[in-house]
Antibody
């Protein structure tokens, strides 16, 4: 069974840094890109970008380029999403998802349970 | 970027009825680069349909997808109590991959 297990909820202050994680199991972790999807409170889904777990190469949606960094550690089958300086507008649920399809065209067949990030002073 | 517009915003139906959800793209996404997801309250999204009409593993056959070009439809032939949720379409013909704003299927 494919499983993506995300790290727990976080409460941070504006300006703080944060890294959340997504651990894959039940499949070859390096064979599939991991995407990150944001869902702001009461809103829809937004694709943020994707990371190749085999070499940590990432590409980003223009809306998120420069605001977040995606990486992966294949030795522990874990992908990461990080911020260097959080803003209140980063408050959202963040999902990781296994990206399938290709080349260059991907949908998401397995999802993590989500990590709720709350940024408040 | 490709914009997906879903309609209606909310669909109020009774169990056993047929649900028809629409997704319209601002540019052609071909006949295969369209997926549908279901999201229940407090849960992660779940893949229902990919390639516009192929059901994902374990998805009941009351769910079907159709369409091509810019107009796509998700049909639920007979609503079961567990089908009341929000449904999103997603295009993956061109990055950035985008989602529609969602259609909520609620109990009438």
């Amino acid at each position: 069974e494919v499983l993506l297990v995300q790290s727990g909820a976080e409460v941070k202050k504006p300006g703080e840094s944060l890294r959340i994680s997504c651990k894959g199991s039940g499949y070859s972790f390096t064979s599939y890109w991991i995407s990150w999807v944001r869902q702001m409170p009461g809103k829809g889904l937004e694709w943020m970008g994707r990371v190749d777990p085999s070499d940590s190469y990432a590409n980003y949606s223009p809306s998120f380029q420069g605001h977040v960094t995606m990486s992966a550690d294949k030795s522990i089958s874990t992908a990461y999403l990080q911020w260097s300086s959080l803003k209140a507008s980063d408050t959202a649920m963040y999902y990781c998802a296994r990206s399938v399809g290709g080349p260059g065209s991907y949908y998401f067949d397995s999802w993590g349970q989500g990590t709720l990030v709350t940024v408040s002073s | 970027e490709i914009v997906l517009t879903q309609s209606p915003g909310t669909l109020s139906l009774s169990p056993g009825e047929r649900a028809t959800l629409s997704c319209r793209a601002s540019q052609s996404v071909s006949s295969i680069y369209l997926a549908w997801y279901q999201q229940k309250l407090g849960q992660a999204p779940r893949l229902l349909i990919y390639g516009a009409s192929s059901r994902a593993t374990g998805i009941p056959d009351r769910f079907s997808g159709s369409g091509s070009g810019t107009d796509f439809t998700l049909t639920i032939s007979r609503l079961e109590p567990e089908d009341f949720a929000v449904y999103y379409c997603q295009q993956y013909v061109r990055s950035p991959w985008t989602f529609g704003q969602g259609t909520k299927v609620e109990i009438k």
